[in-house]
């Protein structure tokens, strides 16, 4: 016995459909031949941005952790004073 007659005979209600998926994407690809679209080219330059501020910023704490902090601590000493 299938599923939904099972249900129709005792009474119970029908099985909740599935949730919609997310729509799909429409925008244009950037070439024919590439399977990316322009969205996920925008999507992309936005990660890889917020990647590399976050590259410079642990950048700036690593030279100030050597130039200034690991001295001050007496870690180590600067060849260079």
Sequence with gaps: MGEAKR????????????????PKDTSPRIAPWLPLTQKQGEQFVQVTTKGAWIGIGALV???ITVRFLGPALGWWTLADG
Aim: charged residues 30%; proline residues 21%.
């Design 61 to 63: 704490l690593f030279w």
């Design 7 to 22: 249900r129709a005979e005792t009474g119970a209600p029908p099985r909740p459909r599935p949730k919609a998926t997310k």
